[in-house]
């Protein structure tokens, strides 16, 4: 329930609650100075460092810097303003922003989905809502291109894992240009100072940082907001000490004449320094990223208010010091700082840089954790740190990785200029892919005309193709850090991502025929011994592979048999009353089930409750409804299981998100026992028999089955895909974790059954 919703049941004035959604959304725009703009906020610390490098540094007369700064303002103001502030923020996917929500949208509403598992009843989800104005024959157009086209549907998943690999880069980027060129200020007062000392210093700061992602950044996040709220009134305030000192006509520089000046008077050289202007704008696409943990009003105030304002009054101040200081080019944010406030400017900058990197680390370990979900990375240990804050997570085993790549850079590179080049270019490249998918999303899922969608595309994508190519002409002096970042991390993901759909293919290809299962009669041809056995697999419908081949080498199973599925919808977060849905396969004598947990891809696929008692609460609610004849059944077409209907109850309140849901589910695992125990005192049940024998398979036991199969290229197949599958593919699979860890699989209750895939 939201504040507002609280309120209205309180019964408060209408004006009261007008007072209270007002202080709401600026409580909210407080909070997300710590948690969205940190990044965005420290950039002034080398911005025009990095922008005046190279040649440039030839050129340091007023014009120049008053055509960089104009620059910085424009490029400012229509990109981080105007583009994402006003227009891409209002893209969100339920809620939450990024390259993967805007991609989530227009697989809703053009079924690109990579989720090879989908079902028609996804689309019924309260989040999976599609419906809105018209469809235009643009759209329409659009979506009949991407449906006749697959390998244009494969094509935009490349582009959206380029975005999300720059992004990843960008993770290892920020810690060590922002910690590096804040404490690199310390020089300016410790002269004798080596640089090795300085490089040592800001490593110190990385391993800490590093080190105390475990605790989970809730428990340091009360000091975030303070610290950029701080740290954006001290650079705003000395941007005006400086204006009025130094060069109180720099807003002259305004004037987007001072660009054109600027270029014609420095030709190539000052186009090619265009890749540190960008880096101004360098955390908007964080800010876009965090949208889930905020709302979209309160960002938006938070920017338009307050940081927006500060930071370029900080770049007018900084330019106009420089414009009478042009020795100073180099070290020019810590020099227009005054003597008097220098060391406390300096303690709140190492502070904000440390706030700026643990934001985008953060969202880093929320990239792969949707990657993850999204079968496009391999399985890794995800700890959710909070147990008030959903979605604050950490991932052990990249938090590590990055920590090594923020090392490797800081001792490798020392110079934040060559760590600049390679931060705009994957600064830029995010922004273009985000643009890009705006411009599709226009079209599919706001029904605009492809004029306007075109319009945006070519302004915003000219200005973003333009940095892009100007840091390319960088690569050779940092620029291949994040391209080679990228290159790896897309490598492991599109291979990863093809494996899992080769191999749900072979699942697919090889399921057990229901005809045969059900000329074997309610026995199966084998013992049934008491207990419940859960196989899990992939499908959603039929019976795995897995199940065939386990009863052919040990003729026995369980008296009863419930298949579970878990998979990923396309949708940021499954409510828990979508969270389960039971159904009945084949006849009733046969005793089995399906259960399909569904998850969001911003859901935590983690079984840490109690999910056996859970799962047999529901199926006994499913008996129970179907005896009684209140449950709804639908007839579903599920390939060989022919005309049989299969009938489907979406379980109530069966999963955990908190400690009352637990209760509650708990306590109605206990009612049923204590019925059933009653039953057997007093000869009579409230309970179906086929319910009462499943309460006694569940006190014999429960047992895990999942499948360990190995892939393995055919024979037939390419040089390429046997590499592919037979060594990176098997490597991945060999390191990442079991699906018995991700699952949470009480190893005292667990079989495993090995299979080899042919794909």
């Known amino acids: 329930m939201n504040p507002s919703e609280e309120i209205l049941e309180q019964g408060i004035s209408q004006q009261n609650l007008r007072k209270a959604s007002c202080m709401t959304v600026v409580t909210l725009a407080y909070q997300s100075l710590g948690v969205v703009y940190g990044d965005l906020s420290t950039s002034p610390l080398y911005v025009y460092k990095t922008t005046f490098s190279g040649k440039l540094s030839l050129h340091e007369n007023d014009e120049e810097i008053y055509g960089v700064f104009s620059f910085i303002f424009w490029t400012f103001t229509l990109i981080a303003l105007i583009k994402y502030i006003l227009i891409v923020m209002s893209a969100d996917d339920n809620g939450e922003g990024g390259t993967f929500a805007l991609y989530s949208l227009l697989c809703r509403h053009a079924r690109l989905s990579i989720l090879p598992n989908q079902q028609a009843a996804d689309e019924k989800l309260s989040g999976y809502v599609t419906h809105g104005s018209m469809e235009t024959w643009q759209s329409s157009a659009l979506k009949s291109f991407f449906e006749k086209h697959p390998i244009f549907r494969k094509g935009l998943l490349i582009f959206v894992l380029l975005g999300t690999c720059m992004a990843i880069g960008d993770g290892v980027l920020t810690p060590t240009i922002s910690v590096l060129s804040a404490v690199s200020g310390v020089k300016l007062k410790i002269t004798a100072l080596h640089e090795n000392y300085v490089v040592l210093i800001s490593c110190v700061i990385i391993v800490g940082l590093f080190s105390l992602q475990h605790h989970g950044t809730h428990r340091v996040a009360f000091m975030f907001a303070p610290i950029v709220a701080a740290w954006l009134l001290c650079i705003s305030s000395i941007g005006i000490y400086n204006i009025f000192r130094w060069n109180p006509h720099i807003f002259h520089a305004l004037s987007p004449v001072y660009m054109l000046k600027f270029l014609k008077s420095t030709c190539t050289e000052g186009w090619i320094s265009l890749g540190g202007v960008v880096l101004s704008i360098t955390g908007v696409e964080t800010m876009f990223a965090d949208l889930g943990h905020f709302s979209s009003l309160s960002i938006r105030v938070a920017f338009t208010f307050l940081v927006y304002p500060c930071l370029i009054l900080a770049y007018m101040g900084e330019a106009a010091f420089l414009s009478k200081h042009h020795e100073d080019i180099q070290r020019s944010f810590y020099k227009s700082i005054p003597e008097a406030v220098f060391w406390p400017v300096f303690i709140v900058a190492t502070f904000a840089a440390v706030v700026g990197s643990q934001a985008v680390i953060s969202a880093t370990f929320s990239i792969i954790s949707q990657c993850c979900a999204l079968n496009c990375f391999p399985f890794v240990k995800i700890i959710h740190t909070s147990s008030k804050i959903y979605g604050q997570i950490y991932i052990p085993e990249v938090n590590w990785i990055l920590m090594c790549l923020c090392l490797a850079v800081t001792i490798g590179l020392r110079d934040t200029n060559m760590m600049g080049h390679a931060y705009g270019l994957a600064v830029t490249t995010v922004m273009f892919v985000t643009t890009c998918l705006m411009a599709l999303v226009m079209i599919i899922v706001w029904k605009q005309r492809i004029a306007i969608s075109v319009a945006f595309l070519v302004f915003f994508g000219s200005m ?42 072979f699942d697919v290809e090889n399921k057990v025929s229901m005809n045969r299962i059900l000329s074997l009669g309610p026995s199966l041809g084998m013992v049934r011994v008491s207990g419940i056995g859960l196989i899990y697999t992939n499908l959603v419908s039929g019976v795995p592979a897995v199940f065939g081949h386990f009863v052919t080498n040990l003729p026995a199973f369980h008296q009863v048999l419930v298949f579970v599925c878990v998979k990923s919808i396309q949708v940021p977060y499954i409510s828990e009353k979508d969270r389960l849905v039971i159904s009945r396969v084949g006849p009733k004598e046969y005793c089995m089930f399906r259960c399909i947990v569904r998850y969001g891809y911003k859901d935590l696929q983690q079984e840490n409750y109690d999910f056996e008692n859970r799962l047999v609460s529901g199926i006994v609610q499913f008996v129970e409804a179907e005896e009684d004849g209140t449950l709804k059944l639908t007839s579903l077409s599920c390939g060989e299981m022919g005309n049989l209907d299969i009938q489907n109850f979406d379980a109530q309140d069966l999963t955990l998100t908190n400690s009352k849901c637990k209760n509650n589910m708990e306590q109605s695992c206990c009612d049923i026992l204590e019925a059933k125990t009653s039953m057997e005192h007093l000869g009579s049940s409230p309970l179906k028999d086929e319910s009462l024998q499943i309460l006694r398979a569940k006190e014999s036991g429960v047992t895990f089955i999942l499948s360990h199969s190995y892939a393995k290229a055919k024979k037939s197949s390419s040089i390429l895909k046997k590499f592919a599958i037979n060594v990176v593919y098997a490597f991945l699979s060999k390191n990442c974790r079991e699906p018995d860890v991700v699952l949470n699989v009480p190893h005292t209750s667990l079989l495993e059954v090995g299979m080899t895939c042919y794909v």
């Open 464 to 505: 973003e193709l333009l940095y892009i190519w100007a840091s390319v002409y960088k690569v050779p002096e940092g620029g291949w850090i994040p391209l080679a970042i990228s290159f790896i991390f897309m490598t492991i993901m599109y291979i990863w991502n093809y494996g899992m759909t080769k191999k749900h293919e």
